[in-house]
């Protein structure tokens, strides 16, 4: 019986050991599952912009240090494996030395575990977070015969003090994300640059919860049929219940924030009906279905903003006014901000720019950002963070908004410390989860990073600006039409304004699939036309002499012109490769497209014109480099896919696959590294060779010679043979292994990259400064008196030539700014704010603070501190 | 010669008699069985297409998924930043429309549902709708078939071992009722309550984070070895925890149940009665418990094959092993009607299959079984 009994509690205690044991890392169900609500966009974007002085040349940004010069050319790695990992042993992972990177953001709340386990991190941008409402009402008459607060505005205001930003943002993540008030992301160019405004208002509507009560009562009092009752809102003998739908999948952080602002909710008065519901769940009630309905009254968003965006004065039309590319949403069709309405107007010139200079954009910036929190159509809650853990003695650039896995740089840096070679193990959620090709294949972050090590482009990405940089090309003109409001940074491109940018009439401006050629500007604008930009770009002498292919192909002219005949005759009607789904694409492009011109075939240089502009000019150029939106690939290895694509074999897009594919037949997606694709691409190549093929003979011939088409074809095989796939490009790294099924690949260095391997090598850590705010503790007022702003940057001052300002925000006791004051430069690293005797006279005496802000052009966060001293009369 | 013939006529026509009889009551029984079986699996499937698309709703929350996407999608594309609004709406919609296209969505989901039951029945099991093959196809034949291989590696692996090991070991623990082995094994037996992926999170903790002799997941080493045996071991040292971790769950709750199993068959009287002969234990085993053990023995191990063919969602997602559990999974979290009904027609084909051979293998294995005998 003691010896059952014994056997009993052995039992009982295994069990317990196996529960607490497995209790302790929570496995993913599914991680793979695409998240609707996030798509990633991984292809370089031309979006960063940032209005400045239209005139005005500022000191090119270097962001020194002097880099070890190397011979290595390519990657600084030997190898790079990829793997695919579990998110939720990640760190364990790198812990145990199984990896050591895990490339792709971890949210906030897995900063203590990464911090404890001593692993550095890369910060980005992550998730950002907000209430959307809907704004019907205040009765829902067509249908349930409740009420809606939510349709009157103030009552959605109320909210921005019901809800303390920063409680949450501790609680729920750590302390790793920042307060959020407005669509724009925190700490980022636009914010900054309307720096008083944003702490003024920031300060209006700090949490407050007995001002959001005040405010609620005198809205519900309003409402007819509503009463106050013991506190609480009372309709229809009935406390007033608002619908709730809060998002319990991807990062599961909206959970506590819904549940968090529905006890809010219900401290005022209201009763709360909590819905908690998947993507897919929700979706259907607050985006596809009616407002009128009364079927959700508040959700949970959360957006994501991958790129430095250096203008996002779009964002208020896109998130707030029924003009939004969601506008066939009746949740937006709601918004009281369609153009006619100040507030639609306001968004509408800030997403076009339609303005003269760029002291007129601000105004209308910081006037739209007190009309955000006035409507507040959304309130916003956090501008969440993600980390990427590395282990120590892993090297690399990351880019402040994408991370490591979202940059474009990330290849070009990433090392072992002070160590050329090497092998580094690379770990990510998912690995080839999409057929790769460069038109219409993998969108997936997973893929796209890797891909990015192997693929080119004629520029580099500031990881730490957003601006761009010259990789494949010397210099280039901008020209744009006088009145825009348009500036530049950077010494590598010239800024020049003219009243009228006339197109030449050989300027080549469309496609003609029918007749395969060229349409001319004068034959498309018999009238002549003009553009808003003139962009001319020069490429080095040995431009098609050092940049090869990994095939070994040199790059020549026919991959730039063949690059951008594929784009549109893709999406013309008459063309064989036709695709419907891509067409949009293809009208995109020919929207604002005015025309190009080779000025000069070698050295390269290419004119071109457009009615499209970013407020940078850097951003302004136009490359043709043959990179798409999914990568980068030769002509040889496209034209070969497009006749596969013609003969019914190939699709580029999953669209056109199961358009073509019928019950007895099957079209596969092109995939350049693996399944049917390959055998197909590869009979399509000797197919070529053959023929002496060279596709868009008419035009292309002129570029391409029989020759050299079959000596790309052949090198082409060549590289089939050697590593079993057909991705090439003219990237750092080679992809030399593919398990797809396994998911596992390798990528090896280039050796014929024509740059070597330190080229980037100064972008290293951001240069986000460090500031240091002295000055007297007590001040008298009614004389003026100083402070001292300190700026450093890993304990050197930082060059007075990578500042863009200094400023200081002074507030009296009232909690008010009074005045913001300008930094007076003393020396590197060194400034001074004096406040002036008359602006000291006019202040209230009290608890007072001066807050600092230093703008860097070498980052794009900007850095803040506040000193608090005491004013006496 | 005469008189043997006249005799042995009615004997040989009576035999003859029977046999046809016995062929016709099996065809007879056969058809019946085939065809109740078929109903049942196009009742199975129709009700698996209808639940997958949750009656309809999923067409709203698939349609509902590709606007928020489209729109994501265009207005993240910086071609269309400067476009103005009511362009860029209206290629929105275009690209929305074309997308509800391609997924059939304009047709009501009773047509389309006709569609997925006739394609599954025939097996033609046509196109998924968001999941692709590892090497790029939509074909649902091609999903199902890269999986399979790791499926079959893992769940035969384990459960082969799992059934052999338990079923030998519980034969041997019945001839020790009551011993200490026994009681221990009673004692251990309520550990499979906890699902396998419990221990599997468990072992990786162990051996992999702690100990560092195996791996934490994937079915390969990174970088792949280059010779075949090399790759081999690898995916042996790959496949230890996961089927571990699946034994372990099931091991002795397994080696209770045969074990109980074997015990009432053991206290049968003509058991009782062998031992009293005085028959040695190993005939008494093998004809007096084994044999009528037989059916129930068969029909299980004829179930664990089929059960191999569906893999183990959670199991493999936690030591990322890429077999079919976990692509039914991402099937059902992206409403995939083509990838889910492709699993469940396999599933159910091998089981309406396995379930007809059964009826027969009773018959040839237990004397006591005739086909088409009142239902026996």
């Known amino acids: 019986m003691k010896r059952n009994t014994l056997m009993l509690l052995v039992g009982m205690v295994i069990i317990a050991s196996m529960v607490l044991a497995a209790c302790q890392p929570t496995p993913a169900p599914a991680t793979e599952a695409p998240v609707v609500e996030e798509p990633v966009v991984e292809e370089p974007t031309m979006a960063p912009e940032e209005p400045e002085e239209p005139v005005v040349e500022e000191p090119t940004a270097e962001p020194t240090p002097e880099p070890v010069r190397t011979t290595r050319h390519g990657g600084w790695l030997d190898e790079i494996v990829i793997s695919v990992v579990d998110s939720d042993s990640a760190i364990t992972q790198i812990q145990a030395g199984a990896i050591d990177i895990f490339a792709a953001g971890l949210s906030s709340d897995a900063l203590p575990e990464i911090e404890a386990a001593g692993l550095e991190y890369a910060q980005s941008n992550g998730l950002y977070y907000e209430l959307t409402f809907n704004t019907y009402g205040p009765i829902f008459d067509q249908s349930t015969g409740k009420v809606n607060p939510f349709s009157e505005s103030k009552a959605r205001e109320a909210l921005n003090w019901l809800i303390d930003r920063d409680y949450i943002n501790r609680e729920v993540y750590n302390g790793g994300a920042l307060a959020k008030f407005w669509s724009i992301v925190t700490n980022m160019p636009d914010y900054t640059k309307v720096a008083e405004t944003v702490r003024r208002l920031e300060a209006k509507y700090a949490y407050n919860p007995e001002t959001a009560k005040a405010q609620m009562d005198e809205v519900m009092a309003g409402i007819e049929g509503v009463t106050i009752e013991d506190g609480k809102y009372m309709f229809g003998g009935e406390q007033v219940q608002l619908i709730f739908l809060i998002r319990n999948d991807s990062d599961k952080t909206r959970i506590p924030i819904g549940d968090y602002v529905a006890n809010q909710l219900e401290s005022i008065g209201f009763a709360v009906d909590r819905q908690y519901k998947t993507s897919s769940e929700a979706s259907p009630i607050w985006v596809g279905g009616n407002v009128a309905d009364g079927l959700w009254h508040l959700y949970t968003g959360a957006w994501s903003a991958t790129i430095i965006d250096r203008d996002e004065g779009d964002n208020f039309e896109f998130y707030d006014t029924p003009q939004s590319a969601y506008g066939f949403s009746s949740t937006w069709q709601s918004f009281d901000s369609a153009l006619g309405t100040p507030y639609g107007d306001l968004a509408d010139k800030l997403a076009y720019n339609k303005f003269d200079t760029i002291e007129e954009r601000n105004a209308a910036l910081a006037e739209m950002l007190e009309m955000a929190l006035t409507e507040s159509f959304h309130v916003w809650i956090v501008d969440g963070k993600n980390f990427t853990p590395y282990r120590e003695g892993v090297q690399v650039t990351y880019d402040l908004a994408a991370g490591v896995d979202g940059s474009q740089i990330w290849p070009y840096t990433i090392r072992l410390a002070d160590q050329e070679g090497g092998q580094l193990k690379w770990g990510a959620p998912d690995l080839f989860v999409d057929p790769w090709n460069p038109i219409a294949g993998s969108n997936w972050a997973f893929d796209q990073a890797i891909g990015r090590a192997t693929w080119g482009e004629a520029y580099m990405y500031d990881p730490h600006t957003g601006l761009i940089w010259p990789q494949r090309f010397d210099r280039a003109e901008i020209t744009i039409k006088e009145g825009l409001p348009v500036g530049k940074t950077l010494d590598w491109v010239d800024l020049s304004f003219e009243p009228e940018i006339v197109v030449p009439e050989d300027a080549i401006v469309d496609w003609d699939a029918e007749n395969q050629a060229f349409i001319t500007a004068a034959e498309k604008f018999p009238d002549g036309t003009t553009a808003l930009v003139k962009s001319v770009v020069y490429y080095p002498a040995d431009l098609f002499e050092t940049v090869k292919w990994h095939d070994g192909s040199p790059l020549d002219l026919g991959d730039f012109i063949y690059a951008w005949i594929i784009a549109l005759d893709m999406g013309k009607e008459a063309s064989p490769i036709y695709d419907e789904a891509y067409a949009p694409n293809a009208e995109a492009i020919l929207a604002n497209y005015k025309g190009f011109k080779i000025l000069s075939e070698n050295p390269l240089t290419i004119e071109a014109y457009s009615d499209t502009y970013q407020t940078d000019a850097e951003i302004d150029i136009t490359t043709m480099w043959p990179s798409f939106s999914y990568g980068e690939a030769p002509w040889h290895i496209l034209a070969n896919a ?93 992809l030399s292994e593919v398990y797809l099924t396994e998911k596992v690949g390798t990528l090896i260095p280039f050796a014929d990259h024509p740059d070597l391997s330190d080229k980037w090598a100064r972008f290293g850590a951001p240069k986000v400064a460090a500031v240091e705010l002295d000055g007297e503790g007590s001040v008298v007022l009614g004389g003026e008196f100083s402070f001292d702003v300190m700026v450093t940057f890993e304990g050197e001052a930082y060059p007075a030539d990578e500042i863009k300002e200094v400023k200081g925000l002074l507030y009296d006791a009232t909690g008010q700014i009074v005045k913001v004051i300008d930094g007076v430069l003393v020396e590197d690293g060194y400034y001074t704010i004096t406040v002036p005797a008359d602006v000291a006279a006019s202040m209230e005496a009290g608890a007072s603070k001066i807050e600092a802000v230093v703008v860097p052009y070498t980052v794009a966060i900007p850095s803040f501190v506040a000193f608090e001293f005491v004013t006496v009369k | 010669m005469g008189s043997d013939v006249e005799v042995i006529t009615p004997k040989v026509e009576k035999q003859k008699s029977g046999l046809v009889n016995t062929l016709s ?111 790029g196809s939509r074909n649902v034949k091609t999903i199902i078939l890269e999986r399979l291989p790791y499926t079959l590696l893992l769940m035969g692996t384990s459960q082969l071992i799992l059934f052999v090991s338990t079923l030998f070991l519980a034969l041997s623990l019945s001839r020790k009722y009551g011993s200490f082995v026994d009681k221990l094994v009673i004692a251990l037996s309520p550990t499979s309550s906890v699902p396998p992926w419990f221990y599997g999170i468990f072992f990786i903790l162990l051996f992999a984070a702690v100990l560092k002799i195996l791996p934490f997941g994937g079915v390969i080493d990174a970088p792949v070895p280059k010779d075949f045996l090399g790759r081999a071991l690898s995916v042996g040292k790959h496949l230890i925890l996961p089927a571990s971790s699946l034994i372990l769950a099931s091991f002795f709750l397994s080696i209770y149940n045969w074990r109980t199993f074997f015990l009432i068959y053991s206290s049968e009287d003509y058991v009782e009665t062998a031992k009293a002969k005085g028959l040695p234990s190993r005939d008494i085993e093998r004809r007096y418990i084994l044999r009528p053990t037989l059916p129930t023995i068969i029909t299980s191990f004829a179930l664990l094959l089929i059960t191999i063919w569906t893999g183990a969602i959670i199991t493999e997602t936690v030591f990322q092993w890429p077999g079919l559990g976990r692509i039914t999974y991402q099937a059902i979290g992206l409403y995939d009607t083509p990838v889910i009904v492709g699993t469940t027609i396999i599933y159910a084909y091998l089981l309406a299959i396995t379930v007809f051979l059964l009826d027969f293998i009773y018959a040839l294995v237990d004397p006591r079984v005739k086909i088409g005998t009142g239902g026996n």
Request: avoid cysteine.
């Open chain 2, 25 to 135: 009551r099996v065809m007879k029984y056969s058809g019946v069985r085939l065809l109740s079986l078929f109903i049942t699996v196009v009742i199975g499937i129709y009700l698996t297409i209808m639940i997958a698309n949750m009656g309809g709703y999923v067409d709203q929350m698939m349609k509902a998924a590709i606007q928020e996407n489209v729109t994501m999608q265009i207005s993240r594309n910086p071609a269309f930043k400067n476009m103005d609004s009511a362009t860029k709406t209206q290629l929105t919609q275009e690209r929305i429309q074309s997308e509800i296209e391609r997924l059939d969505l304009d047709q009501p989901l009773v047509i389309r549902s006709g569609r997925f039951l006739k394609n599954a029945l025939t097996l033609n099991l046509g196109r998924s709708l968001f999941l692709s093959s590892n090497s």
């Open chain 1, 642 to 734: 497009a006749r596969a694509d013609e003969a019914g074999e190939l699709a580029f897009s999953a669209d056109k696959a199961d358009a073509k594919s019928t019950d007895t037949t099957s079209v596969e997606w092109f995939s350049q590294i693996g399944g049917p694709s390959l055998e197909i691409l590869s009979t399509w190549l000797d197919t070529s060779i053959e023929e002496g093929y060279i596709p868009y003979a008419d035009v292309l011939s002129a570029y391409i010679t029989p020759e050299e088409a079959a000596a790309r074809y052949e090198n082409a095989k060549a590289f089939f043979a050697e590593y079993g796939h057909y991705n090439i490009g003219t990237g750092p790294y080679i």
